[in-house]
């Protein structure tokens, strides 16, 4: 073998690796970091440079002639400095030339809007620029969900604020110059910080709505009774102890919201807020309720989670126009039989109580739809019966009051007496005059409360009489529900003049007489549950007509009379055999807020409904037609009738 190929066997055996043997180790691979200066991570700290350029050129025109300025949910952490200047004249619009005006005069400065309403919401704002104070013409200034922790007093010179929301912030207080501003009527400071109200918010003198929930508010200064225009008051979590005296003072005050607080009492004089109709207290520490001597205005009392032990009597008589009353989880004992008293009552919520007994002159509240009384000791009603709900508990209280009252030789007017209270007692006190006969109120009654009612009696016709002194007497509201009337009574037309409010649900009516068309105060009339098909063509000049509801009746359409009332605000029209929307005619009701179709026979839905921008509350669900969907109705008003306007042809 040649010495060549000898060195080259030797090369390959000292070359090969074997297999036990391991590599040597390599040295680490350091990457030298990114040089690109381009790079900027999702989350970051805004520059002042970002925040100036969100209010584009567009925005700024835009701003300039609708007097509107929306910069909601862009992420500011500073508010654009270009912003403060925004109703002084740019040098673009002073610099145009006459030819330029002539083509495009709507961009020349003296024909744009100062600014007036300016939306700041949802960005990360800690604080707002003493050169606010440039913007004089703002009415509205919305600021909600920043984190600001103060504001400037100069807020104070925006002589023409009228509302002003810096709810969900962090702001503990006011600037002092702030309650100087003559024209602020709408003020929300909830979710914020404070420990309490400046005394001087009494300086406020045209405030109408203020919302201070969600703080940590110990009392309410005195001097608040100063807000005399004050027209809703709402404070629910926070931790104040005691009302102070003059809040009956606010005689304007029509909602009252104190939920989740720590009170025990309530003023024993809350009859002076005469104008009140909604109160909410739950979740407090109140032991009892004032009789409300005054209230009559009241529809709404929330008092359930609180340690109250028994519901006044006088309550009761005192309440007319009351159509919710939650006491549930209290430590009421005793249901009084004055409940029947409270002839409007809707809702009565007394769940996890300690009541044992249901008084049968429950039976007797025509309008009660709710009756909650799960987690009460009640022995003298069977659990299947409670479990059947309110219809089954009434039916059984009602059966109750009959059978006893037969057993004593009594008819359907004793009913209540041999319940424990007297007819003459739920009348007002004093003995029928004679001229009234026995089943109906007597004068006092119908004085005291305005409203002549008479329900569940099987009444098929009603005595002129009783008309004529309803007339004398003022009287303005009539309820006849849950009689056998086939028709109006013909005595009706001796309060043509007077009657606002006319309620005969649940009869047998199967027409309505032309003489409907001379009510002229009517504002409410309810004519569900009937036999009707059809209206008359003179009620179409109700013009003073709110809210009608014609549910569960047999009407293939909507009457083509409904679509003159001009004034209708409310129609509940669900649970027919209505087959088609008429939308030319819904376009004439320019007032028409609320629409409630359910439950009939509609196959299609005209996309062009979609155009009805005062329809606020739209209900459709239970009808045979395809599109929207079922999942679309879900989601509400406003995606209904998004949906509706996309599919307008073009």
Not at 53 to 74: C, D, F, I, M, P
Not at 113 to 120: C, F
Not at 123 to 130: G, R
Not at 549 to 578: D, K, M, T
Request: hydrophobic share 35%.
């Amino acid at each position: 073998m040649s010495d060549k190929a000898v060195r080259g066997r030797g090369n390959l055996s000292t070359s090969r690796i074997t297999r036990c043997a391991q590599s040597p180790r390599q040295a680490p691979v350091v990457h030298s970091p990114r040089t690109n200066c381009a790079f900027r991570p999702i989350f970051h700290e805004r520059s002042t440079h970002e925040d100036d350029q969100v209010l584009t050129q567009e925005l700024w025109k835009l701003a300039r002639k609708s007097g509107t300025l929306n910069l909601s949910n862009k992420a500011l952490a500073r508010v654009p400095k270009r912003l403060y200047d925004i109703n002084e004249a740019d040098a673009d619009s002073k610099a145009v030339n006459l030819e330029e005006l002539t083509i495009k005069e709507e961009d020349a400065w003296w024909n744009q809007v100062p600014l007036n309403n300016l939306d700041l919401s949802s960005n990360t704002l800690t604080h707002i620029s003493p050169k606010i104070e440039n913007l004089q013409s703002l009415t509205v200034l919305t600021l909600h969900d920043n984190a600001l922790v103060e504001l400037p007093p100069e807020i104070g010179k925006l002589e023409k604020l009228m509302r002003l929301n810096v709810s969900h912030n962090k702001l503990s207080q006011l600037p002092r110059e702030m309650y100087s501003l003559p024209e602020l009527r709408h003020l929300n400071i909830s979710y914020n910080e404070f420990d309490e109200l400046n005394p001087d918010i009494s300086d406020l003198h045209m405030l109408e709505f203020l919302d201070g929930g969600h703080n940590n508010i110990q009392s309410l200064p005195g001097g608040i009774g100063f807000l005399v225009r004050l027209t809703a008051l709402l404070l629910p979590n926070n931790h104040i102890k005691e009302l102070p005296p003059d809040l009956v003072n606010m005689r304007s005050l029509q909602k009252i919201d104190l939920m989740h607080n720590d009170l025990t009492s309530l003023p024993e004089d809350m009859g002076l807020l005469r104008k009140l109709e909604c109160l909410y207290l739950q979740h407090n520490d109140i032991l009892e309720l004032p009789e409300f001597e005054g209230n009559e205005a009241l529809s709404e009392l929330h008092a359930s989670n609180n340690f109250i032990k028994i519901i006044p009597k006088a309550m009761c008589s005192n309440l007319p126009h009351l159509k919710i009353l939650d006491l549930r989880d209290n430590k009421i004992t005793e249901l009084p039989d004055e409940l029947c008293l409270l002839r409007n009552l809707n809702r009565l919520d007394v769940s996890n109580n300690t009541v044992s007994v249901l008084p049968v002159t429950l039976s007797s509240l025509a309008h009660l739809i709710s009756l909650q009384v799960e987690g009460n000791p009640i022995k003298t009603i069977r659990r299947d019966i409670l479990q059947c709900g309110t219809t089954r508990i009434l039916k059984t209280l009602h059966d109750r009051a009959m059978a006893k009252a037969k057993e004593e030789g009594g008819g359907i007017d004793d009913a209540s007496t041999s319940a424990g209270i007297s007819v003459t007692r739920l009348r007002g006190g004093q003995m029928d005059d004679g001229d009234i006969p026995g089943n109906f109120p007597d004068r006092y009654k119908l004085r005291h409360t305005r409203t002549l009612a008479v329900n569940l009696e099987e009444l098929t016709s009603v005595p002129d009489q009783v008309f004529q002194i309803a007339r004398d007497e003022g009287v303005h509201v009539v309820d006849f529900a849950r009689n056998q009337l086939s028709t109006l009574p013909n005595g009706l037309q001796h309060m043509k003049d007077l009657v606002t409010e006319l309620v005969l649900s649940n009869n047998v009516i199967g027409y309505v007489p032309q003489f409907i068309s001379q009510f002229t105060r009517i504002s409410f009339l309810n004519l569900s549950n009937n036999l009707l098909n059809d209206l008359p063509t003179e009620f179409g000049v109700l013009n003073t007509l709110r809210e009608l509801n014609i549910a569960n009746n047999r009407f293939p359409c909507i009457p083509n009379c409904v679509y003159e009332l001009q004034g209708l605000e409310i129609l509940i029209a669900s649970e027919n055999h209505i087959k088609m929307l008429n939308v030319s005619g819904l376009q004439n009701m320019r007032r028409l807020s609320t629409l409630d179709l359910r439950n009939n026979d509609i196959e299609t839905v005209p996309p062009i409904l979609g155009n009805l921008t005062n329809i606020t509350h739209l209900e459709l669900v239970g009808n045979p037609f395809r599109q929207p969907r079922h999942q679309i109705l879900m989601k509400g008003t406003d995606a209904i009738m998004s949906y509706l306007r996309d599919r307008i042809p073009t």
